[in-house]
């Protein structure tokens, strides 16, 4: 968030702060969820540049779409593991892995 736009709410009597001080996360609770966040957005991504669709990739990977479109919106009962593992059926290496992970967050 911009200074500008923080200063605005802070003077209109708005909390500003981040996801985790709001809902109290240790620094390693905040690390998992940007690492979810950050391999679903890769995955979201890979997807899309491999031209396949929800339901496409989903019968590729012997799931579903409600289950690739969890795995995209980084739900919480989507494990790391298979997140990693949808990535890899899509194409992304280990290295490309590692990068996603290592992408800052937005």
Do not use: C, H, N, Y
Not at 25 to 51: D, H, K, P, Y
């Amino acid at each position: 968030m911009d200074a500008k736009k923080r200063r605005r709410l802070e003077s209109a009597d708005f909390a500003v702060g981040s996801a985790a001080e709001f809902l109290g996360l240790s620094a390693e609770e905040s690390a998992l969820v940007e690492m979810r966040l950050a391999l679903s957005r890769a995955l979201r991504e890979r997807r899309g540049e491999a031209g396949l669709t929800q339901a496409a990739f989903a019968r590729r990977i012997g799931s579903s779409q409600s289950r690739v479109a969890k795995m995209e919106a980084g739900d919480p009962s989507v494990s790391l593991d298979l997140l990693i593992r949808a990535l890899l059926a899509v194409g992304a290496s280990r290295r490309d892995v590692g990068q996603a992970l290592a992408r800052r967050m937005a």
